[in-house]
């Protein structure tokens, strides 16, 4: 997500010389507002900044959608293994393969004891593999823009509060053969700016 400048709209300072003005471009990281007053009788006075400055920021977030993907689906299916492991020398009760041709294997492994703090010197061993298959999807354009939308808009909204704050909203592509970039682009007015010590 990109928020790196503003175009200021409006600055307010209470306390300290504001270093910016409505419709400068700034940047991360640029002073607002300096920590000092100028007086024509008084001089320099060093004060806290203190201010409320409004800006236009943009939020960015691109997506990549392939055209052709394969996506996987669990069927439900499981099977569980259970083997024996005294030291070093293991011992299975079951036989080596699977009969699924996909799965994900779950390992749970269980130290037996005695008591309450002696524990045996061997491990009781649970394979749990659960079967999935792999499925081929292919989008047309239009649905790879749509998705690549959606999945950017949703990084977006996390990043951002307030979503009354957003005025506009921009979306640009870049298409090939085999897949649609997306771009999505949210102008947002809110107030910027830190409150950082005065170091003399």
Do not use: C
């Not at 008591?115 to 061993?125: G, M, N, R």
Request: charged letters at 30%; aromatic letters at 12%; proline letters at 1%.
């Amino acid at each position: 997500m990109l928020r790196n400048h503003g175009i200021i709209v409006k600055v307010n300072a209470q306390d300290g010389t504001p270093l910016v003005k409505e419709g400068d471009v700034v940047k991360a990281g640029t002073t607002l507002v300096g920590g000092w007053l100028e007086g024509k009788y008084t001089g320099i006075r060093y004060v806290h900044a203190n201010g409320e400055v409004t800006a236009k920021v943009w939020y960015s977030q691109k997506e990549k959608v392939e055209l052709k993907q394969t996506k996987s689906k669990g069927t439900g299916k499981k099977e569980n293994k259970y083997s024996v492991r005294i030291n070093n020398f293991q011992i299975n009760f079951y036989k080596t393969l699977s009969k699924f041709e996909k799965y994900d294997t779950i390992e749970e492994i269980k130290k037996l004891k005695l008591f309450s703090d002696f524990y045996l010197p061997f491990e009781l061993i649970k394979t749990v593999n659960e079967e999935y298959l792999e499925e081929a999807i292919e989008y047309s354009k239009e649905e790879a823009r749509q998705l690549g939308i959606e999945n950017a808009e949703k990084i977006l909204n996390e990043q951002i509060s307030d979503k009354e704050n957003i005025i506009n909203t921009y979306v640009n592509y870049n298409e090939t053969s085999e897949f649609v970039e997306v771009e999505v682009i949210y102008e947002v007015l809110e107030e910027i700016g830190t409150k950082e010590k005065i170091v003399f």
